[in-house]
T-cell receptor, first 112, second 115 residues
Framework: SQKIEQNSEALNIQEGKTATLTCNYTNYSPAYLQWYRQDPGRGPVFLLLIRENEKEKRKERLKVTFDTTLKQSLFHITASQPADSATYLCALAGGAGNMLTFGGGTRLMVKP | NAGVTQTPKFQVLKTGQSMTLQCAQDMNHEYMSWYRQDPGMGLRLIHYSVGAGITDQGEVPNGYNVSRSTTEDFPLRLLSAAPSQTSVYFC??????????????FGPGTRLTVL
């Protein structure tokens, strides 16, 4: 069955360092991959979208890579700040085009 | 624009009761969807709609009904609530018909407890 895995353990890093979050998937051939941020008690907020034929996408301090051979996406936040502390969700979409499947999310804690 | 709004924010039901979770968007988006979020399970798609009058099932549709009579509104109905439906429910919308290659805008969520 299709599976999306994100590290369920919280990632703790020091302010100013680069945070790297991982999204692995199996039995899936996604055409698109999206990353969202979710703060406690709030709905997810869209961050970035990357297509299967794109290796890398950047937006300000954010960078996403998409390796369809390894079946993995990496999400980087450079020069991290305490305000970046949140849960980050990856979501994949296959050929149907109308359904996104989400991973369980990874909680990031940036300490000052 | 208010974006995606959901009511109520919190709700407690007894087993067997029915209720409707409301969702509305004022962005003229074609695609709307309902997710439930449970600890450790991530967001799971319940139902979605690609336009007024068109709905389809997602990953976990059992126990839920939807309708889309207007572009703006996409209510989710629980006909006979069960404790397994205790969860946080999120409504989302997307500008065009496909959720895959478009940003989804999420509402603030409804926290539902079924006793």
């Amino acid at each position: 069955s299709q599976k999306i895995e994100q590290n369920s353990e919280a990632l703790n890093i020091q302010e100013g360092k680069t945070a790297t979050l991982t999204c692995n998937y199996t039995n899936y051939s996604p055409a698109y991959l999206q990353w969202y941020r979710q703060d406690p008690g709030r709905g997810p907020v869209f961050l970035l979208l990357i297509r299967e034929n794109e290796k890398e996408k950047r937006k300000e301090r954010l960078k996403v890579t998409f390796d369809t051979t390894l079946k993995q996406s990496l999400f980087h936040i450079t020069a991290s700040q305490p305000a970046d502390s949140a849960t980050y969700l990856c979501a994949l979409a296959g050929g149907a085009g109308n359904m996104l499947t989400f991973g369980g999310g990874t909680r990031l804690m940036v300490k000052p | 624009n208010a974006g995606v709004t959901q009511t109520p924010k919190f709700q407690v039901l007894k087993t067997g009761q029915s209720m409707t979770l409301q969702c509305a968007q004022d962005m003229n988006h074609e695609y709307m969807s309902w997710y439930r979020q449970d600890p450790g399970m991530g967001l799971r798609l319940i139902h979605y709609s690609v336009g007024a009058g068109i709905t389809d099932q997602g990953e976990v549709p059992n126990g839920y009904n939807v309708s889309r009579s207007t572009t703006e509104d996409f209510p989710l109905r629980l006909l006979s609530a069960a404790p397994s439906q205790t969860s946080v429910y999120f409504c989302a919308s997307t500008k065009t018909r496909g959720a895959a290659n478009n940003e989804q805008f999420f509402g603030p969520g409804t926290r539902l407890t079924v006793l």
